[in-house]
């Protein structure tokens, strides 16, 4: 059974900063890249697709709010991959989920997230 499982979120300053670790298990995890999506349902705003680890530990952001602020590692020994948050802001406030992607960088399993919350 694939499973992803977020942890780390919690309440921060403005400002502060906050890592959050993604374990994967029932899979080759060194076979899928590993993407960061968060979501405000709060504020109304969707799905936002933050960042994604390929296999090789490469990464690229696709959110430009986040980009020069948040940074993603991946260790495939530990199988897991961690979402470094510098900088944080109240626009930042959602709940941060792990997914892992196919080939195609479809999202195909996904975590059940963790709440981050930047107080202002």
């Known amino acids: 059974e694939v499973q992803l499982v977020e942890s780390g979120g919690g309440l921060v300053q403005a400002g502060g900063s906050l890592r959050l670790s993604c374990v994967a298990s029932?899979?080759?995890?060194?076979?899928?890249?590993i993407a960061w999506v968060r979501q405000a349902p709060a504020l109304g705003k969707g799905l936002e697709w933050i960042l994604t680890s390929r296999r090789d530990g490469s990464s690229t952001t696709y959110a430009d709010s986040v980009k020069g602020r948040f940074t993603i590692s991946r260790d495939n020994a530990k199988n897991t991959v961690d979402l470094l948050m510098n900088s944080l802001n109240a626009d930042d406030t959602a709940v941060y989920y792990c997914a892992r992607q196919n080939i195609w960088y479809e999202f195909d399993s996904w975590g059940q997230g963790t709440q981050v919350t930047v107080s202002s």
């Open positions: 029932g899979f080759t995890f060194s076979n899928y890249p």
